[in-house]
């Protein structure tokens, strides 16, 4: 029903930035209507939660990245972007986009962010 993509990811220097990006093709009504997420993995640890925006407009942020990290979508593209700022080494991770409606949800591949000292 819903796919979801990431890009942005890449390998940069901490206090550098990135902005990643997560675009949905699929059913329009359901996109329209999804809360979206940004989640991360590190290595050996359990995927978590980075930033949540509904569809609303109300944001979420984890305590680590606040103040550094900002969630926003672009409605017409089908886009969430999350905007990374002053990236520190245990910021590195897969990170995954998320798309939420009600109990269904969707997962992108995930993409690389790799913070170098």
């Known amino acids: 029903q819903v796919q979801l993509v990431e890009s942005g990811g890449g390998l940069v220097q901490a206090g550098g930035s990135l902005r990643l990006s997560c675009t949905a093709s699929g059913m329009i009504s359901v996109i329209n209507s999804m809360d979206w997420g940004w989640y991360r993995q590190a290595p050996g640890k359990q995927r978590e939660l980075v930033a949540r925006i509904t569809t609303g407009g109300s944001t979420n942020l984890a305590d680590s990245v606040k103040g550094r990290f900002t969630i926003t979508t672009d409605s017409a593209k089908y886009t969430v972007y999350l905007q990374m700022n002053s990236l520190k080494p245990e910021d590195t991770g897969v990170y995954y986009c998320?798309?939420?409606?009600?109990?269904?949800?969707?997962w992108g591949q995930g993409t690389q962010v790799t913070v170098s000292e």
């Open positions: 998320n798309g939420k409606l009600r109990v269904r949800e969707w």
